[in-house]
Every structure is written in structure tokens, then in C-alpha cells.
């Protein structure tokens, strides 16, 4: 919602500024069309041309998450705390009984509680293949620890790709519009035997092409890339709670323990309460 707020102001403010002052939009209604698309062309041409297509689906889905915000919400949070009590409980117990939910978690009854998290095969994989070295005797509680790291750290890389991706554009849009902008002047240097009203709206509109080309860059792409990069470092401490958590329980704290300290690592805008937490799992107690 903010987003979609922010481009109404910024193109209302721009437009509405330059009609104030007297401008007339004849001259950039005129050359919008021609001026768009060398611009937007050429940027999504250069966008094409130096991103695979994993990074370019991906890109579209980080300017859909700039509408719709951060992946993981504040429920999401404690069903993670949920579910890794329940699956660390079993662990404790007995560790021959988690075996089938870290091996097959698509046909775990603890995992399809949580069909959100299940459905996110980077939280899954984390969780599983932290408590299958727990089973195998990583003792050696800094190894599992460097394992971790690594693991969020590549999980952290390969979300950013869009962000800068998006990044990289916004950049290129200013030097593109110049481009667009010489080419208006090329046009107009081939018509200087015109009269000087019909010259001046041929330099109007070449110089469109630069207008067109910071605004977007500093108006619209510049943003969404900063937004995006926001809602990915955020959904990023999804993942380091889960790494706290296991980290925690490796430490040999209680389950309890375990899941409080990673209770507090969430980001304070969707932490869920000490209470929530609390009787969420009375409630899967009773239900068990």
C-alpha cells in the first residue's frame, strides 16, 4: 500500500509542480511515447542481456513483494516456534522418532501444521538437515554453528539478487535518458531550417529523454530496489531464527529456552509475545 501511496505522490507532486509554474504537458504527452519506449527498451534489453533467468523470475517476484511486504509475518513467527518445540521435544525424547519427519517432512504430521513453512523448501532444508547432524554427533558445536552461517549467508546472497538487479537498472536510467535526449537533438539538428516554435518543441521534447530517464531511476526503479532489498533482509531473519534456535539447542539449553532466545531474535515488528508463544503450545499439549 505504501508503495503504490509513494508513486501517486511522487508522480503528483512532479507533474503537478510543473503546471503550476506553467509548464504545458502537450510537449511531453507528445514525446512520452517515443522517449518510454528507447528508455524502457534499452533498460529492459540491458536488464535481459546481463541477468540469467533465475534472477529475472525472481526480480518479478521482488516487485510484487514491494506491494504486498515482507514474506513472513508475525503468525508465521510462532508457528516456526511451534513447530520447532514440537520437533525438538521428539528429539529430545528420542532421536530414532525424528527421523521420519527430517526425512520425509512432506508426509511429517508435526510439519503439516505448518503448510506456510513446509511450502518454503529454504526453511525446511535448514531445519532438516541441522537436526540430521545433530543425529549424526556434531559435536563439535561451532562446526554446526560455521555450517549455519554459511548456509544463511548463501540463503542472504542468492534473495539480494533482485535488489541489485533493480539496482543496477535505476542506475543505468539516467545515462539512458541522455541517450534518448541526443537522439531528440540529432532529430532537431535535421530540422534547423524550421521555424524557431517548432525547433523549441523538438528540444522540449529530446529533453524529455532526460527527464524521463532520472525520474525513473530516482522516482520509481531507485526505490522499488531499495524496498526490496528492505523486505529481503527482513524475511532474512526468518532463517537466522531458525539458526539461533538449533544453535541454542545445541548449547544444551531446554527446549523452552531454546525457543525463547529465538522468541527475541525476530525483528520487534513481528515478534510474537511471551504469552502467545506460551499458549500456542499449552494448546498443542492438549491437543497431543
Known sequence: MN???????????????????????????????????????????????????????????DIASVFKGPKWKKQDYQDLLCLMHELLNVLKQNPVDIEPHIEA?????????????LKDHSAVEMICDTIRSMIMNFDNVHQVEELLEAQLEGLQEDSLH??????????????????????????????????????????????????????LAYGIVGPFANKVKHNRTEEHFFYATIGGLLVSNLHHNPVNISVEVARRHAPARVRPTFDDVEQAIRELKKAA
Do not use: C, R
Not at 40 to 59: E, S, V
Not at 105 to 117: C, G, H, L, R, V
Open 3 to 61: 508503495a503504490i501511496i509513494g508513486m501517486l505522490v511522487t508522480v503528483a507532486m512532479v507533474f503537478g509542480g510543473y503546471l503550476l509554474a506553467g509548464g504545458k504537458m502537450e510537449i511531453i504527452t507528445h514525446a512520452l511515447p517515443f522517449e518510454g519506449m528507447m528508455i524502457g527498451g534499452a533498460a529492459l534489453g540491458a536488464f535481459l542481456a546481463a541477468n540469467d533467468l533465475t534472477t529475472i523470475k525472481h526480480t518479478v517476484g
Open 162 to 215: 533482485g535488489a541489485h538487479a533493480l539496482q543496477n537498472m535505476a542506475d543505468a536510467l539516467p545515462a539512458l535518458g541522455i541517450v534518448a535526449a541526443v537522439l531528440g537533438v540529432i532529430k532537431t539538428m535535421a530540422a534547423i531550417d524550421k521555424p524557431p516554435e517548432i525547433l523549441g518543441g523538438m528540444i522540449g521534447g529530446a529533453l524529455v529523454g532526460t527527464f524521463l530517464g532520472v525520474f
Open 105 to 117: 517432512p512432506n508426509e511429517s504430521d508435526i510439519f503439516a501444521k505448518y503448510p506456510k513453512i
